[in-house]
């Protein structure tokens, strides 16, 4: 079955940098678009960034662009959230996601804290 385990998350400082992974399996993961979720304390899940099957990523927030970058590894299974200059706003736990069809997958999470 289809199975995304993320990791990578914890605490860092503001300006600090973290990557993320999100490990998949049970599917081709080659034929999927991936996407990088996050929900911080009491508010709804938002949309961080899609990763196309070539690698590209389109980043959505204004307030992520031209800090976090998203790419993935076909070969391996794997996409990844580099997040760089993080500010405590970027505190959610950051979840990845596949879409198939009618039916959505998510991983359990990984926490991010961005804290002094």
């Known amino acids: 079955q289809v199975q995304l385990v993320e990791s990578g998350g914890g605490l860092v400082q503001p300006g600090g940098s973290l990557r993320l992974s999100c490990a998949a399996s049970?599917?081709?993961?080659?034929?999927?678009?991936m996407r990088w979720y996050r929900q911080a304390p009491g508010k709804e899940r938002e949309l961080v960034t899609v990763?196309?099957?070539?690698?590209?990523?389109?980043t959505y927030p204004n307030s992520v662009k031209g800090r976090f970058t998203a790419s993935r590894d076909n070969a391996a299974n794997t996409v990844y959230l580099q997040m760089n200059s993080l500010k405590p706003e970027d505190t959610a736990v950051y979840y990845c996601?596949?879409?198939?069809?009618?039916?959505?997958?998510w991983g359990q999470g990984t926490q991010v804290t961005v804290s002094s």
């Open positions: 049970g599917f081709t993961f080659s034929s999927y678009f």
């Open positions: 996601n596949v879409i198939m069809g009618q039916s959505r997958y």
């Open positions: 990763v196309t099957t070539a690698g590209s990523d389109i």
